[in-house]
């Protein structure tokens, strides 16, 4: 599984922006896409996450202001960012977790891309 994370840049606070995480390779197994977010310094953090079945989950940090979706023909999860913050400035990585015929699970991180929020 690739990833490939687009959609970062600067932003003044209370704009948007739209993150995407596009899959290509062993796509069929992936039960789950999750966006991340890190800063220098510190652990990398859940930001939200959507399963197959379209089930969304988010941080409460961001719950209310970000959109988790996915557009299964072109293989794409998105991130709609609202009403960003300067807290928000980190980079964004998106990764995918596949599960083979087992039960096992494996994960898979795309590059990352810098979402900058000025005040």
């Known amino acids: 599984v690739q990833l490939v994370e687009s959609g970062g840049g600067l932003v003044q606070a209370g704009e948007s922006l739209t993150l995407s995480c596009a899959a290509s390779g062993s796509i069929s197994s992936i039960i789950r896409v999750g966006w991340y977010r890190q800063v220098p310094g510190k652990l990398r953090e859940l930001v939200a996450t959507i399963t197959n079945s379209g089930t969304a989950d988010y941080a409460a940090t961001v719950k209310g202001r970000f959109t988790i979706s996915r557009d299964n023909a072109k293989h794409t999860v998105f991130l709609r960012m609202n009403n960003l913050k300067p807290p928000d400035t980190a980079t964004y990585y998106c990764?995918?977790?596949?599960?083979?015929?087992?039960?096992?699970?494996?994960?898979?991180w795309g590059q990352g891309t810098q979402v900058t929020v000025s005040s």
């Open positions: 990764k995918a977790t596949r599960e083979d015929p087992y039960g096992n699970e494996y994960d898979y």
